[in-house]
């Protein structure tokens, strides 16, 4: 079985962070492991508190698994603080696991910045050229290239000058353009483009996590980054139709709308015991 370790923050409400992570790790049928950064207090409204794990736990979590259970991939999601990143970075240079993948959480949906300014200079000095591949959002792609993204043309400069400073892969999501809702990747010195129907959705909680996930299973099981993207975002577009709708406010999405239910492979023989022979007591 292939593993895919996460290293992100933690989302009590299970739309968003290691437990979307986790989600959808586990029905891609691969094996999830996690080490958590920070502790959230949020929901679909928004979140509310934030307690970042102290650096030397983290580091403690990291050595756990890649001693025990070395990853085929690592997706990389919510990081707030400078001390943490650097335990990250030095740790990735330790073990060196293939197929990094990083999703550069900046601000929640709800509006709430989760990356101090220095941790964003040690990401983009230190963190991002460590990655296979880079899944930032307009926002963030504006943020860490210092341009202005508003059309396609723009997702393509964006993605090629973070390829230029990082030599990773990157993926620019066009989610929060009004138009369609296609990503630019820039790879190998090539554009790709992914396009599919925007839906009615108004549930997005956790789309960023989750297309990142999913892309870092295909790549731990030896698909390109190119249809590793394709099929990650099939999976998010499944996951976007099914329509979950819980919570007041921007709901999560339906990890688990492709899972089968098989039933139990391993036949359990039941007996009805009607006596205790040691108490002589009846059941009813």
């Known amino acids: 079985m292939k593993k ?12 968003a962070g290691i437990q979307a992570d986790i989600k959808t790790i586990t029905v891609h049928g691969l094996y999830a492991s996690a080490v958590i950064t920070s502790l959230t207090a949020q929901n679909t409204t928004g979140v509310y508190a934030i307690s970042d794990v102290e650096p030397d736990f983290i580091a403690a979590q990291l050595d756990c698994v890649f001693s025990d259970i070395f990853p085929d991939a ?3 999601g919510m990081v707030s603080g400078e001390e943490i990143l650097e335990v990250i970075i030095h740790k990735l240079k330790q073990y060196r696991p293939g197929n990094i993948v990083i999703d550069p959480v900046m601000v929640s949906t709800s509006g709430r ?10 990401m983009e000095a230190k963190l991002l050229p460590m990655g296979t591949l880079i899944t930032p959002n307009i926002p ?17 400069k964006a993605a090629k000058e973070l390829t230029l400073r990082t030599g990773a ?6 989610g929060h353009r009004e138009s369609d809702a296609a990503d630019i990747l820039f790879r190998d010195g090539c554009f790709t483009r992914f396009s599919s129907p925007r839906i009615d959705n108004p549930n997005t909680h956790g789309t960023g996590c989750t297309l990142s996930s999913a892309a870092a ?15 990650a975002k099939e999976y998010l577009n499944g996951a976007l139709k099914a329509k979950l709708d819980l919570g007041k406010g921007n709901g999560p999405l339906n ?23 040691e108490s002589g007591i009846q059941n009813k």
């Open 217 to 231: 299973c295909h790549l731990a099981e030896g698909k390109s980054p190119e249809e590793s993207i394709k099929r």
């Open 140 to 156: 963030e792609a504006e943020i860490l290239t210092g341009l202005s993204v508003k059309t396609e043309e723009d997702m393509k």
């Open 255 to 277: 990890h688990m709308y492709a899972v089968k239910q098989e039933g139990i492979k391993e036949e359990v023989k039941v007996d009805k015991i009607k006596e205790c022979p």
């Open 113 to 122: 910045e989760l990356l101090s300014s220095r941790a964003l200079k040690l």
């Open 169 to 174: 892969a990157v993926l620019v999501k066009g």
């Open 4 to 15: 895919v370790l996460t290293i992100a923050g933690s989302d009590p409400s299970g739309g």
């Open 74 to 76: 690592v997706k990389i």
